[in-house]
């Protein structure tokens, strides 16, 4: 379950249309002095077109603590949420983070992101596999008209003719790596002799 925090660490949250919720303000039940999000203390969810928040707000002016609990809609539209808030908060910091919130960045670095851990992985990759050696340069080359497929937008031509010496194709490489004796087309495609 997610911690209550400072609902203004969850902000901005932005829907899918593009609009965004950069400030929530509400004024105190008590003294009507406007409190906005670094006053309240609780969960801001963005669950599919709505944001919901259910939080405690706390006014610096008078001292008094009240509820909120409401959803907000796509066109900014504020609606209470006639669940109790204590209730509504419980709901929202068990769901499962969705595909488009941004998790407060507390959540971020208990769990590193996808891409992170791929960005990860390739730096080790590369460690692994030293330093690139420069494969060599002929002078002439033919492609074969014969392609395998295509890459990057590319064809992949099956073979390829270097300085009179037939090469095969032998795999794609986007490290651009090569071993000795094999030829490196377009920056990623790997070419052994025949
Ligand atoms: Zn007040």
Request: aromatic share 8%.
């Amino acid at each position: 379950m997610q911690p209550n925090r400072r609902l203004s660490d969850f902000l901005p949250l932005k829907f899918a249309n593009g609009q965004e919720i950069k400030q929530f303000s509400k004024p105190c039940v008590a003294c009507g002095k406007m409190l906005h999000a670094k006053h309240m203390h609780g969960v801001a969810r963005l669950i599919e077109n709505h944001i919901a928040i259910a939080a405690k707000a706390h006014c610096e002016s008078c001292g008094a603590d009240f509820s909120v609990a409401c959803v907000i809609n796509s066109d900014k539209q504020v609606k209470r949420v006639v669940l109790p808030r204590i209730l509504f908060n419980l709901y929202l910091r068990n769901l499962p983070l969705q595909n488009q919130e941004t998790a407060p960045s507390a959540y971020v670095r208990e769990q590193p992101l996808p891409e992170e851990l791929d960005a990860r992985e390739d730096a080790a990759e590369y460690r692994r596999a030293g330093p690139v050696k420069p494969s060599f340069q002929p002078r002439d080359i033919v492609r074969a008209e014969e392609s395998l497929g295509r890459f990057q937008e590319k064809p992949i031509p099956a073979w390829l003719i270097l300085d009179g010496a037939r090469f095969e194709f032998d795999r794609i490489a986007p490290d651009a790596r090569t071993k000795d004796g094999e030829y490196l087309l377009d920056g990623c495609l790997i070419y052994r002799p025949a």
